[in-house]
């Protein structure tokens, strides 16, 4: 069997890094029987992600990041990430768990940040060798809600730290891939207690696994 990619995509303060934690804690309690189970992140999978995730999202008063070497560094993490870490994985039937992929750099560098669509598509292309999910739960919640999460939580990033009109527009390119792409995209209501949020998540999910192929163990 193939494994699988499972992507969470949303704005900031979505849930996305905790859901997809439940969700793996869900699958080991679960018991189904998955030749392996790893959870990743972009920007940030591998090492060399790790030192562009730094220079992506920290905050630097030395020299500010243009839109447009933003956007390349997101596309040379994904490269990286894809070839070194996710396609090796999948090839080997695990199933990998996204912390954000494409469709984050459409929804912030696209619709937030106002690059060119069609360049984003092609690097996107160029940089997963035409790899993409096959399941992505975007998070869907009120954005003032979410970065009033995110301050809650103390320091900023240089990402969550952009203006309210600009996290506005990234939830409507995520509004319009969901609208786009509804056989890989599935939309859920992140303005709802984190149980239910879980619960919803995983009742879809079991129903994909079914679907797949997979089935739980003779000992759970």
Same mark, same amino acid.
């Given at each position: 069997?193939?494994?699988?990619?499972?992507?969470?995509?949303?704005?900031?303060?979505?849930?996305?890094?905790? $859901?997809?934690?439940?969700?793996?804690?869900?699958?080991?309690?679960?018991?189904?029987?998955?030749?392996?189970?790893? @959870?990743?992140?972009? *920007?940030?999978?591998?090492? +060399?992600?790790?030192?562009?995730?730094?220079?992506?999202?920290?905050?630097?008063?030395?020299?500010? #990041?243009?839109?447009?070497?933003?956007? /390349?560094?997101?596309?040379?993490?994904?490269?990286?990430?894809?070839?070194?870490?996710? !396609? *090796?994985?999948?090839?080997?039937?695990?199933? #990998? +768990?996204?912390? =954000?992929?494409?469709? &984050?750099?459409? @929804?912030?560098?696209?619709?937030?940040?106002?690059?060119?669509?069609?360049?984003?598509?092609? /690097?996107?292309?160029?940089?997963?060798?035409?790899? $993409?999910?096959?399941?992505?739960?975007?998070?869907?919640?009120?954005?003032?809600?979410?970065?009033?999460?995110?301050? @809650?939580?103390? !320091?900023?990033? =240089?990402?969550?730290?952009?203006?309210?009109?600009?996290?506005?527009?990234? $939830?409507?390119?995520?509004?319009?891939?969901?609208?786009?792409? *509804?056989?890989?995209?599935?939309?859920?209501?992140?303005?709802? *207690?984190?149980?239910?949020? @879980?619960?919803?998540? $995983?009742?879809?999910?079991?129903? !994909?696994?079914?679907?797949?192929?997979?089935? !739980? &163990?003779?000992?759970?």
């Amino acid at each position: 069997m193939d494994g699988k990619l499972i992507v969470f995509e949303g704005v900031e303060g979505a849930g996305k890094t905790t $859901q997809m934690q439940r969700l793996i804690h869900w699958l080991e309690a679960k018991c189904f029987i998955i030749k392996g189970l790893v @959870a990743t992140r972009e *920007p940030g999978g591998t090492e +060399l992600g790790k030192a562009l995730r730094s220079l992506l999202l920290e905050q630097s008063s030395d020299e500010l #990041v243009s839109d447009r070497a933003e956007l /390349l560094m997101y596309a040379a993490d994904r490269t990286q990430h894809v070839e070194t870490f996710i !396609k *090796p994985k999948l090839e080997r039937g695990t199933m #990998v +768990l996204c912390d =954000r992929f494409t469709d &984050s750099t459409i @929804a912030y560098q696209g619709y937030g940040r106002g690059l060119d669509l069609g360049l984003i598509q092609q /690097l996107n292309e160029i940089a997963t060798g035409g790899l $993409q999910s096959d399941l992505t739960f975007w998070l869907d919640i009120n954005v003032e809600a979410g970065l009033t999460r995110v301050r @809650a939580r103390g !320091k900023r990033d =240089r990402m969550e730290q952009a203006n309210l009109e600009f996290h506005q527009r990234v $939830q409507q390119g995520f509004a319009d891939l969901a609208r786009q792409n *509804p056989d890989r995209i599935v939309r859920i209501n992140a303005d709802r *207690p984190e149980d239910e949020v @879980a619960h919803e998540i $995983q009742t879809i999910f079991n129903a !994909k696994l079914a679907a797949w192929g997979y089935s !739980k &163990s003779s000992e759970s």
